[in-house]
């Protein structure tokens, strides 16, 4: 950005450093995929063990035997479902608190503040609510009782909305009110605005906050873990069929980490494009 | 004449209509009775797979099990049941967890289903009987897996003749396995060494410890203090319901003399941490050490050269005692197929099964078999003798801590203080008065204690 | 007052009051003898705060518009 | 799935013509009314549940909810050593994780933004930490920091310098969660920044740079001014997230050893989910709370004004 000339000394020193912050994020998650290979005699041994010979037995157990794959898909479908939910109405509604400032800002608050009340407290409300649900035949029908996704998908869309929602404000403010005000004036109706212009426009702010979003379903344990049992389980209540009476099975649930890591980047580096590109259809130059 | 036997074995129990109105044939998977079974993930779960399978030839019912961290496990079956969601129509109780599960109502008496199958009772080991099925008169199921504490041993360095006169001369009596704790520490002293010094003769490529300690923040530092707790005469609660503060101090100052000698990964592990760190041959022995986990040590003789593992009864012939109850829960919508599927898991078949595939049984008469006592079968089941030891020394025996209702909330956080001392955070002293302050705020004054 | 700062006023004092209940029964309730007479005392202080700072910031709001609106009649003056 | 988030475009195709002041206002409510309306739902039921709970008995496994009992159960848990022992921990993380998490992803959006090539490469690795959840990341670092088998120690061992026992000494215990917890969210505080850095318009930097302002000066009258709302929600939403921490002590330490590590969330899942006394952990999530807003009603105050002052520009 800063078009200053920049010396050959200052570009290495700068990627010298990127390589040395990126070793250090990606590190522990290399090991992960590592051991995820490593036959299980050498997975717990001192000195650790660098070379061996790589086996798939751990994947092999970690999708036939555990049947970790359907996990994956119970948690794709909740994560997706989740996130859709929590960008659009909170675009809308983020929309609103930064042009017409509704509530005046008390509304804002009340939202976040909902996310202060620990979830530990919250959750046994939760599973009184989504067992009695469970028991209408609408609410099964709906998939809103308890071991069914719906039960997750609202709580994950009530956990992310207030940070959604935050996010995309200070992302809309960024906007400048012109092209709005000129776009209105072309005798377009508001939603056409808004679909138009404002959130191609804030095409970055939407990506960030649905990458995000969609990570802090994925990774969720708590809600998920109380309220599913079988059908509806997650990644992570997944992960604890792992935790055998013999001990922690480390291959496996390696393998099984690396395959739930997956479907994860391929969604980011989707969203990537898709960042980069809002950038330069905006009004920044990039 | 084997094959005749069973032939005719067989045959009988189809007659015998012993079990539910539809025989086996009969059932198509539309109408099978749904139940679920939440119970630990382990090695066996594929042994456990055919044993419900089994179950299913034989009655019209399809179980699904629920596998879940065992340290999940409590607080998971807790809120269903407290739900009345009727999700699980069998659970996995701890020992310690029987008293409150019944006490409030949780899982129902299977007295008088048991009242006709005396002799299935009877199999059971009565000392484990004792302490997992009954509760105020009451039977409320069978423990399908045992997981009795003794100890566990590297016999190839307690056979090494430089190492026996070595330690001839600095204790002045010979080396074998320990029958008291003091001795049992003494060994933990001789064996700790640093990288570079011997051990049988051979030059340490790392430091090698004397003994292996679960002091992790999980709750089985209870478990190894109780056997030299016990062996005092104390126990965890005294009959008028009180921690016996001075009992525990000593217990726990015993634990703290050992954990110099163990690995600094101690403060951090539990069974399985201890299990790796024997596997790699970097410790010498176990404190008082469950032994279902037998399979899983005896592994050492292929990872450590020249490694041969022992195993026998815990010195002063007291450890903890325990195992999986299998229950039925209040909620359940189908209790009559739950109850026939406790009766199955626990009898006799299901548990030879089990053996076979290295599970610890709990039935005197799987224990006892001799084909388990064979030196081909030693991976799997050389810890049957020194349970049948266990069993027989401890007769009889009953802890105030399986007994009281608070019993599963004490056990889930009384490892907090015993934790902190071991870590050096607070002495012996503090650990147990800080015990006895907590157990008297779970159970709200002296804890009521229900034989 | 509009009714945005009648709110936040509002919520401030109830919030004024809850923290003189948890700081009264954390500090000052084991100087009393008897319990509920505490619980009353601490009742009336706390409702007296949330009041007083309610009043406050409602009579404050009031002579700022009253001043804002002095302001703009006298804009007004000098135009015409 | 549960609400149907479809405005019959139909109902807000008004006339131009239509006064714009009325139609802004409903449209403005109609555009919350999605959120708002699971917001409420979801918020208040747990909300009013728990203060119901906080002023009964409650001993989860007795079955049904115990009788009233007035303010007891906030007299014993204001009286609770455990519980103030537990804040302490609390905060002291807080402070030194998100200071560390801010300052250093603030390093590493602008050691990136200067970045001329691989920035997307760049961007998806730093994704990685998050890519799957604390329980299992979790469980890694609980690997790499074993003193018998972790990469750390052996590394450190290899240059000869002390090897500590990262989970089990109780004086660097919670420091190490601390590392585990800049680990995983940094990436995330300097990828929000990179995505601020990025969006801020080109002109106002040229026009600096035209009258040779110094990089520093740069930094501090152009760039940080408008970076300021979304450093600021970051901190934030970070300080938010290190407060109500869970997820990393239950798969580290488990707030051992002891309770050295044991956070407030942890101490409240104890006392909710281990001893199930509902009744004691309700009332800490409402005193939790009630803190809560109050720091936060200072904290926000700049960042709320700020927001309504820019919306009433329009």
């Excluded at chain 2, 006709?116 to 105020?136: F, G, H, N, R, S």
């Excluded at chain 2, 070595?166 to 704790?181: E, H, I, M, S």
């Excluded at chain 4, 050691?111 to 998050?130: D, H, Q, W």
């Excluded at chain 4, 088998?149 to 190490?176: E, K, R």
Aim: hydrophobic letters at 50%; proline letters at 5%; aromatic letters at 12%.
């Amino acid at each position: 950005m800063l078009q200053r000339p920049t010396s050959f000394a200052t570009e290495v020193l700068r990627y010298g450093l990127i390589v040395l912050v990126l070793a250090f994020i990606v590190f522990p998650i290399l090991w992960m995929v590592v051991t995820s290979f490593k036959p299980p005699q050498d997975v717990m041994v001192s000195p650790p063990r660098f070379l061996f010979t790589p086996t798939l037995d751990n994947y092999v157990h970690a999708i036939w035997e555990k049947n970790f794959l359907f996990y994956i898909k119970n948690t794709l479908f909740i994560s997706v479902t989740s996130t859709v939910l929590v960008v659009v109405a909170g675009a809308l509604a983020a929309y609103s608190f930064a042009r017409y400032n509704v509530g005046d800002g008390h509304i804002l608050f009340f939202i976040l503040s909902t996310k202060m009340f620990p979830a530990i407290a919250v959750i046994l409300p939760y599973f009184l609510i989504f067992r009695d649900t469970g028991k209408t035949a609408v609410g099964r029908f709906l998939g809103v009782g308890l071991d069914q996704p719906g039960a997750l998908i609202i709580s994950y869309t009530m956990f992310n909305l207030p940070f959604a929602i935050w996010l995309l404000v200070s992302f809309f403010q960024d906007i400048p009110r012109e092209l709005e005000h000129s776009a209105r004036l072309d005798g377009l109706s508001r939603m056409k605005v808004l679909r138009k212009v404002v959130f191609p426009l804030a095409a970055p702010g939407i990506a960030v906050t649905g990458v995000f979003t969609l990570i802090f379903c994925w990774n969720e344990f708590l809600f998920a873990y109380i309220l599913t049992r079988k059908t509806a389980s997650t990644i992570t209540v997944g992960v604890e069929s792992f935790f055998t009476l013999q001990g922690i099975l480390w291959g496996p649930v390696a393998a099984a980490a690396t395959i739930s890591v997956l479907p994860m980047m391929a969604f980011v580096l989707l969203m990537q494009r898709y960042m980069v590109r809002g950038l330069t259809f905006g009004a920044v130059r990039g | 004449m084997k094959q005749i036997l069973i032939a005719g074995a067989v045959a009988s129990t189809a007659l015998v209509a012993t079990v539910g109105a539809a025989s086996a044939q009969a059932c198509n998977d539309a109408d099978r009775v749904p139940i679920t079974w939440s119970t630990i993930a382990g090695f066996y779960t594929d042994a456990m797979a055919k044993l419900v399978s089994g179950f299913e030839a034989k009655n019209c019912v399809k179980v699904n099990v629920v596998n879940i961290d065992n340290s999940q496990l409590y607080n998971k079956q807790v809120i269903e049941m407290v739900g009345q969601t009727g999700a699980y129509d069998v659970v996995t109780l701890e020992t310690s967890e029987k008293a409150e599960f019944a006490e409030n109502g949780f899982i129902l008496p299977m007295t008088d289903y048991f009242a006709d199958k005396k002799a299935q009772l009877d199999d059971v080991a009565p000392t484990l009987a004792a302490l997992t099925t009954q509760y105020k008169g009451d039977v409320w199921g069978l423990p399908y897996y045992t997981y009795t504490a003794g100890y566990i041993y590297r016999a190839d360095l307690f056979d090494d003749p430089t190492e026996q006169a070595a330690f001839k001369a600095k204790y002045g009596y010979d080396l074998a396995v320990p029958t008291t704790w003091a001795q049992h520490r003494d060994i933990a002293e001789f064996f700790t060494r640093k990288k570079g010094d011997k051990l049988k003769g051979e030059e340490l490529t790392k430091d090698f410890y004397g003994v292996g300690l679960m002091a992790g923040p999980f709750p089985e530092i209870q478990d190894e203090m109780s056997g030299v707790l016990w062996s005092q005469g104390a126990d965890w609660l005294t009959d008028d319901g009180k921690v016996p503060v001075d009992a525990v101090e000593k217990a726990m100052d015993d634990y703290l003399k050992l954990v110099k000698f163990a690995p600094p990964a101690a403060l951090t592990v539990t069974y399985d941490g201890v299990m790796n760190q024997m596997k790699d041959g970097q410790i010498a022995q176990t404190y008082s050490f469950f032994l279902d986990q037998w399979p899983n040590a005896v592994t050492t003789e292929q990872s450590v050269p020249g490694a041969r593992m022992g195993v026998a009864e815990a010195p002063e012939k007291k450890a903890y005692i325990g195992g999986f109850l299998l229950a039925v829960s209040a909620s359940s919508t189908h209790p009559k197929e739950a109850m026939d599927f406790v009766a199955y898991i626990g009898g006799h078949d299901a548990q030879m099964e089990f053996a076979k595939a290295g599970g610890t049984s709990t039935l005197m008469s799987v224990l006892s078999d001799p084909q388990f006592a064979t030196p081909e079968s030693r991976a799997k089941t050389g810890h049957f003798a020194t349970l049948l030891k266990i069993f027989d020394d401890m007769k009889g025996f009953r802890s105030n801590l399986f007994d009281t209702p608070f019993g599963a909330k004490i056990y889930n956080t009384m490892q907090i203080p015993l934790q902190a001392a071991a870590a050096g955070q607070i002495t012996a002293r503090q650990a147990a008065e800080q015990l006895a302050s907590d157990v008297e705020k779970i159970c709200g004054g002296p804890c009521p204690i229900g034989k | 007052m509009s009714f945005s700062q009648a709110w936040d006023a509002g919520f401030r004092a109830v919030l004024i009051y809850i923290g003189v209940v948890f700081a009264w029964l954390g500090l000052v309730e084991r100087y009393f003898g008897s319990q509920s007479v505490s619980v009353v005392v601490m009742n009336v202080v706390a409702v007296a705060l949330a009041l007083a700072f309610f009043l406050r910031a409602r009579s404050r709001a009031v002579a700022e518009r009253a001043r804002a609106e002095a302001e703009v009649r006298a804009l007004m003056e000098e135009a015409v | 799935m549960s609400q149907s988030m479809s405005i019959p475009a139909s109902q807000t195709r008004r006339p131009a013509t239509m006064s714009a002041g009325m139609s802004d206002r409903w449209f403005s409510i109609l555009l919350i009314t999605p959120a708002m309306v699971v917001i409420l739902v979801f918020a208040l039921l747990p909300l009013a549940y728990a203060l119901d709970v906080s002023f009964r008995f409650a001993d989860l496994t007795r079955g049904r909810l115990g009788d009233f009992v007035g303010l007891d159960n906030y007299r014993i848990v204001l009286a609770d050593e455990a519980f103030w022992k537990s804040v302490g921990v609390t905060l002291q993380f807080t402070v030194s994780a998100v200071v560390l998490e801010m300052v250093l992803g603030i390093a590493i959006a602008f050691l990136i933004n200067g970045a001329t090539a691989g920035k997307g490469i760049i961007r998806s690795l730093m994704v990685l930490p998050l890519a799957t959840s604390a329980a299992v990341t979790g469980l890694f670092w609980r690997y790499l920091y074993d003193t018998q088998f972790g990469l750390i120690n052996y590394f450190l061992g290899l240059l000869h310098l002390p090897q500590p026992n990262w989970l089990g000494d109780y004086t660097i215990a919670l420091w190490s969660v601390v590392l585990f917890d800049v680990w995983q969210w940094t990436p995330f505080v300097a990828l929000i920044a990179l995505a601020g850095l990025q969006a801020l318009p080109k002109e106002p930097f040229e026009a600096a740079e035209l009258d040779g302002a110094s990089t520093f000066r740069v930094l501090r009258t152009l760039t940080f001014p408008m970076l300021k709302p979304v450093l600021f929600l970051v901190l934030v939403l970070r300080t938010i997230d290190s407060v109500r921490l869970y997820d990393a002590v239950a798969v580290l330490t488990r707030g051992g050893p002891g309770t050295t590590t044991e956070s407030m969330t942890f101490y409240l899942y104890r006392t909710g989910l281990k001893l199930f006394r509902m009744d004691y952990a309700s009332t800490m999530a409402v005193f939790f709370l009630y803190a809560m807003l109050v720091a936060s009603l200072f904290a926000l105050a700049p960042l709320l004004k700020q927001f309504s002052t820019r919306a009433s520009e329009g």
